[in-house]
């Protein structure tokens, strides 16, 4: 097992090549999900040295990439959800006004993983265009990503939008940093994780019902 205090300390300080010798040293799908979280942990760090006034935007978007690189990495390694036999058609995106990806790319890659047929709509995605995704192609699971807490406003948003447009039967999961299940509730999803491992076994079940 590699040192994930040390990987979590790496990502921390945006020691790139670090992160990238313990990453390559990562030699199962057990250990490779401990490895993201570590390096999310990493990341939750850097979130706060960036509040503290310590890293700047600069600091974040290089945060990014080390840790793109990282999921790169790990992607072959990744477990993804046991008996996932549906191949069903589902829609991932981070939501409107949140340009952050690499949370949602991660749980993209297991729902990948998995064997589901994923539609990546990318960030700031608006309601519209989900809406006329899940009609054009029958698609009945959307999985909400959102990093910010504006983005809190612009699932519910999204959500009451589903619903208006009569999609009573498409179930909506969210997730990301600001997610809780208060808030899950409150925005009325259907389900809400925060591990991507979660949001397979759930995507899995409803496919499967
Ligand atoms: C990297 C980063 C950036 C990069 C993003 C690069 C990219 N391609 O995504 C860049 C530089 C672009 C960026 C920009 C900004 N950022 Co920023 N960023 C971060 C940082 C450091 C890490 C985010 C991240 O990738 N985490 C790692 C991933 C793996 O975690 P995750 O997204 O939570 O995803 C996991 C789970 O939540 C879950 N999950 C995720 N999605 C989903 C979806 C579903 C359906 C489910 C079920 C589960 C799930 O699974 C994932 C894996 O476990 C955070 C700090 C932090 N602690 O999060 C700040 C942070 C999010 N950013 C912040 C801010 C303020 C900004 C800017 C406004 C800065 C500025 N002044 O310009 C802009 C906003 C741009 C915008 N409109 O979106 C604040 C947000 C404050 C708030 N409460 O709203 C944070 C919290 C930093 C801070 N502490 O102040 N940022």
Not at 120 to 141: F, H, N, P, Q
Not at 176 to 181: I, T
Not at 186 to 208: I, R
């Amino acid at each position: 097992m590699i040192d994930f205090e040390k990987l979590a300390a790496a990502m921390g300080e945006l020691d790139e090549d670090t992160v990238k010798e313990l990453l390559e040293a990562v030699a199962s799908g057990e250990e490779a999900n401990k490895a993201m979280e570590a390096c999310q942990a990493g990341m939750n760090e850097i979130g706060k040295l960036f509040e503290e006034g310590e890293y700047f935007v600069g600091d974040l978007i290089y945060a990014g990439e080390i840790m793109t690189d990282a999921v790169e990495i790990l992607k072959p390694l990744l477990a993804g959800g046991e008996g996932a036999a549906a191949k069903a058609k589902m829609v991932i995106c981070t939501v409107k006004d949140d340009l952050h990806d690499i949370g949602k790319n991660i749980v993209r890659s297991m729902l990948e993983a998995a064997g589901f047929d994923v539609v990546d709509l990318g960030i700031d995605v608006s309601a519209e265009k989900i809406i006329e995704t899940c009609k054009a192609e029958g698609i009945k699971i959307v999985a909400l990503s959102g990093v910010l807490t504006l983005a809190l406003d612009s699932m519910k948003n999204i959500i009451a939008a589903i619903k208006a447009a009569g999609l009573d039967d498409v179930k909506v999961i969210v997730g990301g940093n600001p997610v809780s299940a208060d808030a899950a509730a409150a925005m009325g999803a259907d389900e809400w994780a925060y591990s991507p491992q979660k949001t397979v076994n759930v995507c899995t079940a409803w496919a499967n019902a």
